[in-house]
Structure formats: structure tokens, C-alpha cells
């Protein structure tokens, strides 16, 4: 069968599963109705490119060494989805979009990689139409592996015509949401066809409670303030709740429809799962550290433990500041890499530490970590990019609005 791919960037699984805006999202109820949904998907990190890295490797961050949305190449060591199902034969394409870009190695295994500007829409006209005009010529190149990136509720949200009431969501990222869901989603999962393997996630979650003040602070050239707010704001500098928990969606052959788990998984799940449902058997798949979803599409399982980490665009301080957590059995444990600083949580409140109070689930949790990182280093990188490729990656992440 094909797949279809979808990430959309910034979905968060409390504002997918949560309480509803007015206006239906007949997108993502047809995903619901006719599949099945997870709702406490763990994303690898809280800014794009070590999730998508993830998504694409089946392996953490510390194995396939992208570590940020500026540095570090994905390394050679690990084989990518594209890659494992292109030598299966399937055409590979995709419509690639923000920081995931080739050169950190995101183009590694497909035939076609388009990368698009940001500032192109799913409601240009013209982007539109070509967008469509691909997906249906896939059919000519059965079987087919697309990966589509969505930037449309990324700030700044892109809300369309019709949708700027309440109706369709309190904030502008809900909105954004409620558009997508109701116009270009259904139409996406119509051309992709009913025997298609359809995969839809997100890379990290949002939080958006400060849209309207950055979005004044900006158009003011008040930029302390917008840093200030952006910084507790957006994604990318935490790893709570909000922004590691997505959903991950599935319809297609040998996806139970109707269904919905509530079992904690990961990122790193979900290729083992595509090439366990496409039966696509390839030693090269020895490298995945997550498993397979496909007993889970029958039957209950426990809570896998979860790794996640902040990184920023590169987070001040180096290496030993980035974040890591492990999420599992109720708490989250979070640390620096370098182990100096480390809080416990006891979901679902982040605010009171622990990790005073119960040694012995501090100690557990480190296990969990010890046992994630397999010997590696929670500091390790992938190859820097060149002087010319990481010019142009920081040219590219201003123009994202990522760096001044």
C-alpha cells in the first residue's frame, strides 16, 4: 500500500483531543472515526528538526546527532524511512517545508525532495493547486512514500478568510487548527485515497498564550518584549506536557477503525510501525530503539517510557544546558545533560519538585534514562555543518523568525 505522511507542525495532542471550538473539524474526526488515534504520542523534542530526525531514524537524538535546528547533520550510521522503503520499492517524495531542510541530511532516500518558503500557504491558490496536482499524480507511482510538512500552525498562524471568529477558536493556533481540518485536511485524505496508509503527528505541541501580545510587541519594534514572551511561549525552551505530548493518527489497511488508545508511546514508535504494517523486513532496521504500534491496534499495553529534550535553536550554554527528560509511570524527570541540575514532577502537575522528597524514583527514572541512552552520550551531536551550509542554515532561520 502507500503511505501518506503528514506532519503537522506545532499539533498538540491537548488542543486535538481537548475541548473543541464550535466549528466542526471534519479532518481530523474522519482520521478518528475511520482509524486509530493515540493520544499521548511523546514527541522526541520541542523543536523540529531532532523530532522529525527521530520520526525519520526510529532512534534518539543522541544516535542520529541532530541536535538542533542549526547545527549537526543527521549522521551516516542510521538509515532513513525514506531510505528503507525506497529500497523496497517505493517512490519516495517530499513536500518538505521550515528547518527541515537537506542540508542536515533530511533528503537522504527520496527521489523528490521539494522544500517550500514558508511564507507559501495551503491557501495560495497556486501552492494549492500544485499540492493537489502532486498528490494525485502519485497514482502513477504506486507504491508511493509522501512526507508532507504543514507550517500553517506555526506562528505566525496562518488563519484564513472565514475563520477569524470565536466559533473557530479562542486563540489564533486553534483557529489556524479549525481551518486546516475543515478545508484542506479532508480534501488531502480524499486525493490520498482509501488504500493508503495515512500517518499524521505532529513534531511538538504549542503553547500560544501570548500570541496577541508578541504579534503587538512585534509590529511596535518592541523586540525585548517579544523575546521575552516568545520565551515562555511557542516551543522549543521546555518540555512540559503541552509540548511533548502530540497525537499520532492512522488509517488505512490493517488499521482498526474507530479506535482509540490512551497507552503512553513515542516518536521513535512510529517507523517501526509503518514498516511493520508495510511488511518491509530490512536489517538496516536493527538500528531502531522504538517498537512496533501494531499490537497496540488490538490490544492493551503499558506505558512506554518516553524521551524528550529542549534544545532551542541551539540553547545557550552548550550541550550540558540542553534539557532531557524520560517520562513514564506517572512523573517526569528532567535534567541537564550534564546532570548538575534535575527536577521530578509527578504528572499532571510541573510546578512542585520531588526530587528531594523521593530518592528512589529519582534513581529509577535515571535508569530509565541509562537504559534509553545505551551507552551513548546524552551530549553527542552529529557532523557540524560546513562554514557555507551553516551560513546559509542561519540565514534560513531568520528569515523563519527563529534568530534575530
Known amino acids: 500500500m502507500n503511505v501518506l505522511f503528514i506532519l503537522v507542525d506545532c499539533l498538540g495532542s491537548h488542543v486535538t483531543f481537548g475541548p473543541r471550538p464550535r466549528r466542526p473539524m ?21 523543536t523540529t528538526s531532532p523530532s522529525v530526525a527521530t520520526l525519520f531514524t526510529g532512534t534518539l537524538p543522541f544516535v542520529h546527532g541532530v541536535r538542533s535546528l542549526h547545527g549537526y547533520k543527521l549522521t551516516n550510521d542510521v538509515a532513513t524511512l525514506a531510505e528503507l522503503v525506497r529500497d523496497h520499492g ?11 531542510v537537506a542540508s542536515k541530511g533530511f533528503d537522504r532516500g527520496f527521489e523528490v525532495f521539494e522544500h517550500r518558503a514558508h511564507t507559501t500557504n495551503l ?4 501552492y ?15 507504491p508511493w512514500f509522501c512526507y508532507l510538512h504543514l507550517w500553517e500552525l506555526h506562528r505566525p498562524r496562518v488563519v484564513p478568510s472565514g475563520f477569524g471568529g470565536g466559533g473557530a477558536g479562542r486563540t489564533a493556533y486553534q483557529r489556524a487548527l ?8 479532508p480534501r488531502i485524505l480524499e486525493l490520498a485515497g482509501p488504500d493508503t496508509l495515512v500517518v499524521l503527528t505532529g513534531d511538538h505541541g504549542e503553547i500560544a498564550r501570548y500570541d496577541t501580545a508578541i504579534s503587538v510587541a512585534l509590529r511596535l519594534g518592541i523586540k525585548p518584549v517579544s523575546r521575552y514572551l516568545s520565551a515562555r511561549s511557542g516551543h522549543g525552551v521546555s518540555v512540559v506536557e503541552d509540548l511533548v505530548r502530540v497525537p499520532l493518527l492512522l488509517r488505512g489497511p490493517g488499521v482498526p ?24 523486513d530490512d536489517p538496516r532496521a536493527a538500528q531502531i530503539r522504538g517498537e512496533s504500534l501494531r499490537p497496540l491496534l488490538s490490544d492493551t499495553g503499558a506505558d512506554r517510557p518516553g524521551y524528550s529534550e529542549a534544545v532551542g535553536v541551539t540553547m545557550p550554554g552548550g550541550p550540558d544546558r540542553w534539557l532531557v527528560s524520560v517520562r513514564h509511570d506517572g512523573w517526569k524527570y528532567v535534567r541537564n545533560a550534564a546532570g548538575s541540575e534535575r527536577m521530578l514532577w509527578r504528572l499532571p502537575d510541573e510546578r512542585t519538585d520531588h526530587a528531594g522528597r523521593e530518592p ?28 557555507a551550509e551553516s551560513d546559509e542554515m542561519e540565514a534560513h532561520l531568520r528569515d523563519l523568525g527563529y534568530i534575530e
Do not use: K, N
Open 178 to 185: 479549525t481551518a486546516f481540518a475543515s478545508t484542506r485536511l
Open 128 to 142: 494549492w493547486a500544485s499540492l493537489q496536482s502532486t498528490l494525485t499524480g502519485l497514482a502513477d507511482r504506486s
Open 26 to 46: 471534519p479532518g481530523l474526526d474522519t482520521l478518528v472515526d475511520e482509524g486509530t488515534a493515540f493520544s499521548t504520542c511523546i514527541a522526541t523534542a520541542t
Open 123 to 126: 491557501y495560495d491558490d497556486a
Open 360 to 387: 528512589a524514583v529519582v534513581e529509577r527514572m535515571e535508569a530509565l534514562l541509562s537504559d534509553l541512552q545505551a551507552g551513548r552520550s546524552l551530549s553527542a551531536t552529529g557532523e557540524d555543518l560546513s562554514d
Open 90 to 100: 517505493f517512490f519516495t517524495r517530499a513536500e518538505a517545508v521550515g528547518p527541515v
Open 257 to 280: 477503525r474507530g479506535r482509540r488508545v490512551d497507552t503512553a508511546i513515542r516518536h521513535m514508535d512510529v517507523l517501526p510501525t509503518i514498516l511493520d504494517l508495510l511488511d518491509v
